[in-house]
């Protein structure tokens, strides 16, 4: 049958024509049917938050370079990269050797296959350019020849697709360190066997693969953000393609290659290769790292902050009993219940003083936080004297204690729970210049403080400098400078201790004042915390 041609009419043609169209409603629910997919909606797996300090960390810990001790990292650039390397081939010696310790009794190669394992594990993202396997003294003629030179009986035979194909021999736990080169025994010279340094080979290659695996697994933006600063400033340099071979390989997603390790000559018209020095390539990776470094150590300090928060502050957040039933009305009818979930008094406030700092805590609220509340946090006014605060924060209960002793902690502990509640705001790349500004001045006035301070601050208690550099605290402290030194306010929820804690500079507070403007006129006001709740 020959079908009719057909022409859609807009409905703006309908209604010039004063007709009036039906409303489109969403068809009805089909009992059996995905309801997500009805809504529109991606699964929802959990409900719990996931706070980026908290998310970043498993992450950041999984990586090998990561985890390893720089404890005595230089703090001119020029003399990191020897350092660095210097950590990883101990790193790598140390372990291949505890293997081979810890094995002695077992057969020859079966003493060597955990350390098998271990290379392995670093070689994991050149698998396409390497394989690593155990060669004893009958393997094969010449890694015969390579054990009797390391005086060992079996070795590792390295096969390298990305030279060709060629094969080099490496091993540790020889009695006399050899050259890397071509060996050859004495009485037989048809087998020439390459020798190379297995642990300079490993430890290149073990931090080249540790900032391909940071770059492809930790999307925190502040440390891809990184990367993206090396790509910008590499790329505004004039330099040949032999120096760009990191920044190449950023950008196309894939791990340095391994020939960039080895360096070909020509020796009486053959062709051979060896082990190089790649000082544009590891300088370019271990400045990298040390970015990274940085941000890593301060999560994970951060974590370990917040755990021993949670251990200290087991008895802060837990409602008292008995509460005299005069406390526990004042509790309900406060002024703070329009801004908190709940909140708690001490059976021994004084309920006068506490209708003071409600007056001030509103007139405060809506004057500078846009009369926002936090209907999710819980407000407890208690002694903490055996907790050394006068104030605590604590994200995952969130949870806000004052001590009734010191209420000028308030703004510090709330400006804690802003950072937590807006979702780690210091972590945030844009929070990444006051964090310089704040640590650059923080060291910049050391000179000035006394031995006893001094002497603090470089030791091991809670409250040493790493204490102060985590990036938590620097955006509480400096949320203190934003309303004290910059707006001039004066509160009894507010008094700045510590005044080493709060460096002078005139770029920091113009960084501050910048930042926490946005962040309270803008950023604060438009955040949907009530319609999440």
């Known amino acids: 049958m020959k079908q009719k041609k057909t022409i859609d009419v807009p409905d703006s043609i ?15 629910y089909e009992k059996g049917d995905s309801i997500t997919d009805y809504v529109g909606e991606t699964r929802i797996i959990s409900l719990q938050k996931a706070h980026t300090y908290h998310k970043a960390y498993p992450v950041m810990n999984r990586i090998g370079l990561l985890n390893l001790n720089f404890p005595n990292m230089p703090k ?11 950590v990883i081939r101990r790193h790598i010696k140390n372990v291949l050797t505890s293997f081979q310790k810890e094995t002695v009794t077992k057969a020859d190669t079966e003493h060597m296959t955990d350390a098998l394992a271990f290379i392995n594990s670093i070689l994991k993202p050149f698998q396409d350019e390497v ?33 060709g194909g060629e094969t080099v021999y490496g091993a540790v736990g020889m009695k006399r360190k050899r050259k890397d080169g071509y060996y050859y025994l004495g009485y037989d010279c048809s087998h020439i066997a390459h020798i190379a340094d297995l642990v300079h080979f ?78 544009y390539l590891i300088a370019d990776a271990v400045h990298l790292l040390y970015s990274v470094l940085e941000i890593y150590h301060d999560i994970r300090y951060e974590n370990r902050h917040r755990r021993e928060i949670g251990r200290s502050i087991a008895t802060a957040y837990i409602t008292k009993k008995n509460i005299p039933q005069t406390i526990q009305d004042a509790m309900k009818r406060t002024a703070f219940m329009d801004y908190f979930k709940f909140v708690e008094f001490d059976e021994d406030v004084d309920l006068t003083s506490v209708l003071t700092i409600e007056k001030e805590f509103e007139v405060l609220n809506h004057a500078y936080f846009m009369g926002k509340a936090f209907k999710n946090v819980t407000l407890r006014f ?11 924060y ?30 780690d705001l210091s972590l945030e790349v844009s929070f990444n210049a006051i964090t310089a500004l704040y640590k650059e001045n923080f060291l910049r006035q050391m000179d000035q403080l006394s031995d006893a301070v001094k ?15 985590r990036r938590a605290e620097i955006f509480a402290r400096c949320g203190e400078i934003y309303f004290t030194r910059i707006l001039k306010v004066e509160s009894s929820l507010i008094k700045p201790d510590l005044a080493y804690a709060y460096p002078e500079s005139d770029a920091l507070d113009e960084a501050i004042q910048a930042y926490y403007e946005t962040l309270l006129t803008v950023r604060l ?7 999440a709740v």
């Open 394 to 423: 604590y994200p995952t209960l969130h949870t806000l204690c004052v001590d009734i002793r010191y209420p000028s902690s308030f703004i510090h502990e709330y400006f804690h729970m802003i950072d937590d509640q807006l979702g």
């Open 131 to 163: 394989q690593v396997s155990i060669a004893g003294r009958g393997s094969d003629p010449l890694a015969k020849v390579a054990c009797e030179i390391f005086q060992l009986p079996s070795c590792y035979r390295i096969s390298l697709n990305c030279m």
């Open 76 to 86: 001119e650039e020029y003399e990191r990269a020897d350092y660095v390397l210097q």
């Open 14 to 28: 309908f209604e010039a024509l004063g007709f009036a169209l039906p409303e489109n409603t969403q068809a009805e």
């Open 202 to 279: 490993l430890s290149d290659a073990f931090l080249l693969a540790g900032i391909h695996q940071i770059r492809t697994t930790v999307e925190l933006p502040l440390v891809q953000d990184v990367f993206e600063k090396y790509l910008a400033e590499e790329s505004a340099k004039e330099k040949e393609d032999i120096y760009r071979i990191l920044e190449q390989s950023i950008k196309q997603g894939f791990p340095v290659s391994l020939k960039n390790l080895f360096f070909a000559y020509n020796n009486h018209g053959k062709e051979y290769f060896c082990l190089k020095e790649s000082p």
């Open 382 to 392: 208690r002694k903490l004297g055996k907790h050394k605060a006068s104030g605590l």
């Open 455 to 469: 002497s603090t601050l470089n030791g091991k208690s809670k409250y040493n400098i790493q204490y102060f550099f």
């Open 525 to 531: 006001p438009n955040y949907g915390l009530q319609k």
